[in-house]
């Protein structure tokens, strides 16, 4: 049984720190792309930041150059730093895990979530 277990949230004042984790179990960890996406009351889920299986790193542009993503296989973790926050960036946080794979010419995806964390930015 495949479970991503987010944690870390909370409630935080505008130009604090939080850092999300996002625990894996029930799959290969390191073959895995990861992200973290979000959704605010009355929006769209959102990407925030991914990391491929190789490391690289992808981040919407609100959140760049104030948070940063990284993953520890020995861990089957994955982070989020996010500094600076905003009272924008208030949502519920979820961990995703994607992998694909073409098995005799059909495409296959493999995709989980977590059951989110939620982070409040607010004085």
């Known amino acids: 049984q495949v479970q991503l277990v987010e944690s870390g949230g909370g409630l935080v004042q505008p130009g604090g720190s939080l850092r999300l984790s996002c625990a894996a179990s029930?799959?290969?960890?390191?073959?895995?792309?990861m992200g973290w996406y979000r959704q605010a009351p009355g929006k769209q889920r959102e990407l925030v930041a991914a990391?491929?299986?190789?490391?690289?790193?992808n981040y919407a542009d609100f959140v760049k150059g104030r948070f940063t993503i990284s993953r520890d296989n020995a861990k089957n973790t994955v982070y989020l730093q996010m500094n600076s926050l905003k009272p924008e960036d208030t949502a519920v946080y979820y961990c995703?895990?994607?992998?694909?794979?073409?098995?005799?010419?059909?495409?296959?995806?493999?995709?989980?979530w977590g059951q989110g964390t939620q982070v409040t930015v607010s004085s």
């Open positions: 029930g799959i290969v960890f390191s073959i895995y792309a």
């Open positions: 990391i491929t299986s190789g490391g690289t790193t």
């Open positions: 995703n895990a994607d992998f694909r794979i073409e098995v005799g010419g059909v495409d296959r995806a493999f995709d989980y």
